[in-house]
């Protein structure tokens, strides 16, 4: 026997520099993996169980608008307490993480990047993000969730305390939560999101534009654009790390809807009563 130092001691075992736990890991996995599987899906808001289909069908087709509305702000928006959605999170990890990928690429891009980082485990970054994407995809999973294909989600419920989904059938003028029974009119639910909207600084490209606004169920042309732009009605709000002029999307979804500057909820509910009768005597 010796007292001379193996040349085994410091070798074969692997230092575990992780800073989750066993099942934090497996938990980031699973989102990670859960993303890039379903993020086409959402992003297009091709969800079957939005179309109040009873039997048969695909998932072809265009949601309804407060399905639509909904998946946008827990896509692109912020909360209500000012923290950011799916894409504000992602964006965050991946400066942390020092990737090189712009603010406006597709979440689909983020979320491989993020989860092929060779040291993701390691990195300070990960416990700090890890958790809020956590939060954001279980929400998000509720618009995957199979039912009988008629139940439509409006968001959180807001009453005190409650962390239930307002919920209702596609064609239901009032909403309700099955957690603590609280009930509100949809066209009120609508018209709170969008104002909420035209309160937001976010500034965006003018393809990024034209795509956003077309998820929210309205179109608006590249010429419209362009005009609106030249006459100064949408002025520009700077410019991105790529020298792209920026534009303000609160401002642009106020000319594509057709509301004042200051709309109130009552403002916003009337014009969207008027664009569906329009749409309807066509």
Same mark, same amino acid.
């Given at each position: ?13 692997? #230092?575990?520099?992780?800073? &989750?736990?066993?099942?934090?890991? *497996?938990? =980031? +996995?699973? @989102? ?98 890890? #958790?809020?994407?956590?939060? &954001?995809?279980?929400?998000?999973? *509720?618009? =995957? +969730?199979? @039912? ?135």
């Amino acid at each position: 026997m010796t007292d001379a130092p193996s040349m085994l001691i410091g070798h074969g075992i692997p #230092e575990n520099r992780s800073l &989750l736990c066993a099942w934090h890991e *497996r938990q =980031l +996995t699973t @989102d990670l993996q859960w993303l890039e599987r379903n993020l086409p899906d959402l992003t297009e808001y091709r969800i079957n169980r939005a179309y109040g289909h009873k039997t048969g069908g695909g998932n072809a087709g265009t949601a309804p608008a407060p399905v639509r509305e909904t998946l946008h702000d827990l896509l692109y928006a912020d909360d209500d307490h000012g923290y950011p959605g799916l894409q504000g999170t992602l964006y965050e990890w991946i400066r942390s993480l020092k990737l090189n990928l712009r603010e406006s690429a597709p979440l689909a891009d983020m979320v491989y990047r993020i989860a092929n980082h060779p040291k993701l485990d390691e990195h300070p970054s990960t416990p700090v993000y890890a #958790e809020p994407v956590h939060g &954001l995809v279980r929400k998000l999973r *509720r618009f =995957l +969730t199979d @039912d009988d294909g008629e139940t439509v989600l409006y968001g959180p419920c807001p009453a005190n305390g409650c962390l239930g989904q307002l919920s209702g059938y596609a064609d239901a003028e009032t909403a309700k939560c099955p957690q603590c029974g609280f009930s509100m009119p949809v066209a009120l639910i609508r018209a709170e999101r969008v104002k909420r909207l035209l309160q937001s600084d976010a500034v965006r490209t003018r393809g990024e534009l034209l795509d956003i606004i077309k998820a929210c169920g309205m179109r608006v042309n590249r010429s419209t654009l362009r005009s609106w732009i030249h006459r100064g009605q949408l002025p520009q709000q700077g410019e991105d790390s790529y020298s792209n002029p920026l534009y303000r999307f609160s401002d642009f979804y106020r000319l594509a809807s057709g509301l004042s500057e200051d709309a109130d909820v009552w403002e916003i509910m009337q014009v969207s009563q008027n664009q569906s009768k329009e749409g309807d005597d066509k």
